[in-house]
Structures are given as structure tokens and as C-alpha cells.
T-cell receptor
């Protein structure tokens, strides 16, 4: 399976600022996904990112708040904009491989104060 | 609406005490049911994929089974290192995974 890394692993940010999270994969993949895991909760899909096209956002998530870039087949970024304490979560990227299996990165733990 | 429900929310076992975790689901078109293990502060680790009723997969002390309405993750003679949150997820098409809320397993020595 693909090896996925994320940067930063954790960050503490002030309200009103933005943070960009990077996701790097060691092989070329078509589909990349961004999830949010709020404290004590399960994973919720934010958006799907295909290289060369606009990201597709799930209900409740908008591009102005969570802009995503996908410049090539091994890299993606998620920006959390104008942060509030409610954005404190773990943000995870994943990739899809054969058989619809998704493999996840280690996550970025974000705390907004 | 596609839904996934996991039970119990938390489970405490003694080392060697076998048990099962449940994942019940309703879905219009199942393209795979997935089990993940998640340790605190880490991303989910892929365990199994099941595609059709009657299918079974095994890995060490874990065995996953699937019916038309639910999946079970059987843990045989667990060890403390099996302590983690176990997540069930459905692929309902459109490359989207719908996750359950997980079962927190604690295995005591």
C-alpha cells in the first residue's frame, strides 16, 4: 500500500488565522480524500481531490473555508481558513487503491485557541 | 440514507477473553465494507475489506465476517496490544467512505 505523510503533525493556531496542511504520497494516485475527525468522533469526509480538476465538497463543507489544491498525482494541500475553536480536530488525508480500499496518513492534530 | 452503526461503544476484555464487535449497516449499493484499527493520535490502519455476504477474512487474532445487514470483527484470545478503536466503514459508491463511530477496545493483562 501507499505510504502517506502529512505536515505538520500538529499545530496550535489562533482564532482567525489559516493553516495549510500538506499530504504527500510515495506513489501516483488518482483519488485523494480529506477527512476531519473531531474530538471523540468518527471520520467525516470533507472533500475528494482529483488531479487536474476542482475538489468535490461534501454537504456542510465549502471551498472558501477549506480550499484544496491537487497540483500533481502525489501531493495535495488542505487549508483551514479563518479558524475558530470549532475547527479543532484531526485532519486526515487518504488515497484510494484497488478494490476501493483507502489508506490514511498519520493525521494533523489542530488546536485553535 | 446509508448508515453504519457500531456496537458496543466500548468493550473491556481480559487478556485471552475472546469477543466480537458488531457493525450494522443499511446501504442502497454496497461496494465494500472496511475495518480499520485506530490508535490514539494516529490515522486509521487498514485491516480488511469484505465485498459480499458470506465472505470472511482473517489476520492473526482478528476475523471479519459479513452478512447482508451486518459485519462482525471477532477477536480471539486478545492481547493488550490489541487495545485500540476499531472502525467500520462502507463504500457506497462515488469513492465515498461512510464511517461508524467505532468501538473502543481495552484489553487488560
Amino acid at each position: 500500500s501507499a505510504v502517506i505523510s502529512q505536515k505538520p503533525s500538529r499545530d496550535i493556531c489562533q482564532r482567525g488565522t489559516s493553516l495549510t496542511i500538506q499530504c504527500q504520497v510515495d506513489s501516483q494516485v488518482t483519488m485523494m480524500f480529506w477527512y476531519r475527525q473531531q474530538p471523540g468522533q468518527s471520520l467525516t469526509l470533507i472533500a475528494t481531490a482529483n488531479q487536474g480538476s476542482e475538489a468535490t465538497y461534501e454537504s456542510g463543507f465549502v471551498i472558501d473555508k477549506f480550499p484544496i489544491s491537487r497540483p500533481n498525482l502525489t501531493f495535495s494541500t488542505l487549508t483551514v481558513s479563518n479558524m475558530s475553536p470549532e475547527d479543532s480536530s484531526i485532519y486526515l488525508c487518504s488515497v484510494e487503491e484497488v478494490g476501493y480500499e483507502q489508506y490514511f496518513g498519520p493525521g494533523t492534530r489542530l488546536t485553535v485557541t | 440514507e446509508d448508515q453504519v452503526t457500531q456496537s458496543p461503544e466500548a468493550l473491556r476484555l481480559q487478556e485471552g477473553e475472546s469477543s466480537s464487535l458488531n457493525c450494522s449497516y443499511t446501504v442502497s449499493g454496497l461496494r465494500g465494507l472496511f475495518w480499520y484499527r485506530q490508535d490514539p493520535g494516529k490515522g486509521p490502519e487498514f485491516l480488511f475489506t469484505l465485498y459480499s455476504a458470506g465472505e470472511e477474512k482473517e489476520k492473526e487474532r482478528l476475523k471479519a465476517t459479513l452478512t447482508k445487514k451486518e459485519s462482525f470483527l471477532h477477536i480471539t484470545a486478545p492481547k493488550p496490544e490489541d487495545s485500540a478503536t476499531y472502525l467500520c466503514a462502507l463504500n457506497t459508491g462515488f469513492q465515498k467512505l461512510v464511517f461508524g463511530t467505532g468501538t473502543r477496545l481495552l484489553v487488560s493483562p
